[in-house]
């Protein structure tokens, strides 16, 4: 079967993404990082929900100035939708422009991204350039799902662990932002840019 790599937070979207492509690739679990973990690091969370999904994980390492300039930009927007857009973004480019992801090549990278997103959205301009430039397939699963039907799908098919995002470690992009904009702004801030929301992490699949 053909590989995909596919961006993996350890979150319900991500791990359900997965589980829907399973059938139809090989599925890498790509486990996006800008190394600035405080705690359970990113690699750690997603390896030991990957191993839970049946699936393998590889790291990958993104640029740190990418992370410095989400930052600054929920700063100065005061809500963090246009920090997370620029991330996402950069996760996917820096995938797509690998040759191999955990030893594996591969002709599709994938996401989590559902109909209902605020951000990341990813538009189809976009996406057609992603597709061209790399000589491979943009696949978002979950594309066509509302957050209801997300719900149900991943009710039936994993083990969802939920909570407050701060009480909740994940491989989210959010994590290693938050711990960044604290160490330059104070937690004041970061309280201040992040809705208070649900945070989900993926425990396995449903028996």
């Known amino acids: 079967m053909p590989t995909v790599a596919a961006l993996f937070s350890a979150g319900k979207d991500s791990a359900l993404a ?11 679990l790509c486990s996006c990082t800008f190394g600035l973990d405080r705690g359970p690091s990113v690699a750690e969370t997603t390896r030991e929900t ?3 999904l049946g699936l393998p994980v590889a790291t990958v390492e993104l640029e740190e100035s990418v992370a410095r300039e989400a930052v600054d930009r929920m700063v100065t927007d005061d809500y963090p939708r246009e920090g997370i857009q620029l991330v ?16 594996e090549s591969f002709s599709a ?8 997103d605020r951000a990341p959205v990813i ?3 976009f996406a057609q350039s992603l597709e061209d430039r790399n000589g491979i397939d943009y ?54 840019v992040f809705p208070e929301h649900v945070q989900s992490r993926v425990r396995g699949r449903s028996r």
């Open 139 to 192: 696949l978002r699963p979950l594309a066509g799902y509302g957050r209801g039907a997300i719900d149900e799908l991943a009710g039936r098919l994993l083990d969802v662990e939920t909570g407050p995002s701060e009480a909740i470690p994940t491989g989210d992009y959010e994590t290693e932002l938050r711990a960044l904009m604290a160490d330059e702004y104070g937690e004041a801030t970061v309280s201040d």
């Open 123 to 125: 538009e189809r301009p």
């Open 18 to 28: 997965a589980v829907v492509l399973d059938p139809f690739y090989d599925v890498v």
């Open 50 to 52: 990957g191993e839970r």
């Open 109 to 116: 990278v994938a996401d989590g991204t559902r109909r209902d």
């Open 88 to 103: 996402h973004e950069h996760a996917l480019e820096t995938v797509a422009a690998r040759e191999a992801v955990g030893g």
